[in-house]
């Protein structure tokens, strides 16, 4: 087993991902720009991406353990690696949604043989926990660097409509080349996940009885719904809003990224001292505060008189710190989740969450993009108080259904 060589390609492959599934706010703002899309086109953009996400985790649940995860991960970059070779030839806005379909479906079978074989290359749960959280340290600094990557690119256009934007693509083909040899030459045993898929499969409806189940996948498609929104479109608000640049929009939009990279690292410390129930509301009661206090301050901003990041709105700066109060939120109900089931049902509830994730986060982009194209950026945004004060409620009732699974724990052993 070359254990440091499939760890290389695993985060490799996470990285990769994690540029291309966050990369879709960008790609609704160069849609509008350089494709000649409209917004109410391009709020559609994010549904190419989740739903082929939720139907292919559904599938692959079984499938998986099947086919091998080293196989998977090497047939999801393959996708990828096509379609990125597509877009730069195509130059059109119907090669993106087939771009995002190929990475919707790449991303359930990487993601899904990433986190089964996490547990064939670790023992204990220590040792998977620092696996787990590094790897997906490293899908953060995708998602990080990938506004810088393109607004690179963006910068040597010569005009708005300039294809060198797509330039980008051959890059991250080559990435997806390399992911792809470096798994070829990688050997690992899965034997041991060779077992027990139907069992797996079947997991999924039998979870669904649930109680703690249930309130858990509103409150995880709650969630996503707001951060999806927020996330996809904050490019566009900056651009249309805000009155900036392409190059500045996709760059002030890292900072919302940023922002929930640290909140996740503080997050892990505050929940050794606050229960995590109540660090959840307080995240919640200052997201709704943050809201309310920042986007009055848009409706007054005046173009900027020079470009760049020193001459932009105030706004472009605070707005993005939602990321902070968001970031605790997921990881937290996961884990809530996580921990009350046996590990055998970690695999289906595993598929639970990315097909719900999924679901809410098309839902979010969508409404907010069609709200976006007919009401504006600032109703847009406002609307995301109502999923805030639903997911308030839902909290509740996510803790009292925790409380009661534990309860019953011991007599339904």
Known sequence: ??????????????????????????LILMSQNALGASIEATSFLDGFKDLTIAVVAFVATSLLPRIGYRKSMMLGLTLVAAACVAMPLANAFWMVKIM???????????????YSTIGL???????????????????????????????????QQDSSTDPIWLDVYWWLALACAVTIALLMFSHIDEGAAHTGAAQSFADLFRLLALPLVIVFLVSAFLYVLIEQGINTWLPTFNNKVLHLSTVT????????????????????LVLRF?????????????????????????????????????????????FPLLGLFMAPIY????????????????????????????????????????????????????????????LLIAVFLLKRQSTLHAASAPQAA
């Open 100 to 114: 995002l379909v190929a990475v919707g479906a790449g991303f359930a079978l990487a993601k899904m043989s990433v």
């Open 121 to 155: 290359l670790t023992e204990g749960n220590k040792a998977h926990a620092s696996l787990m959280n590094f790897i997906e340290g490293c899908f953060m600094l995708g998602v990080l660097a990938w506004p810088w990557v393109l607004a690179a690119f963006v910068g």
């Open 274 to 318: 606050l229960p995590w129930h109540w660090l959840l509301i307080i995240c919640l009661l200052a997201m709704a505060t943050l809201v309310l206090l920042v986007l009055p301050m848009a409706a007054q901003v005046q173009p900027p008189a020079q470009e760049g990041w020193w001459h932009a709105p105030a706004v472009a700066f605070i």
């Open 1 to 26: 087993m070359n254990r440091t060589r499939m760890i290389l390609a695993m985060i490799l492959t996470y990285v990769i991902f994690a540029m291309l599934l966050n990369s879709v706010g960008t």
């Open 249 to 268: 929009s996709v760059q002030l939009a890292s900072l919302f990224a940023a922002s929930t990279a640290i909140g996740r690292l503080g997050a892990g």
């Open 331 to 390: 990881p937290a109900i996961n884990s809530v989740v996580l921990s009350a089931l046996p590990k055998a049902r970690h695999a289906a509830m595993t598929g639970l969450i990315v097909v719900f994730s999924a679901l809410g986060g098309t839902t979010g982009s969508f409404i907010t993009g069609q709200v976006f194209a007919r009401l504006g950026g600032q109703t847009a945004f406002y609307l995301s108080l109502i999923p805030m004060a639903l």
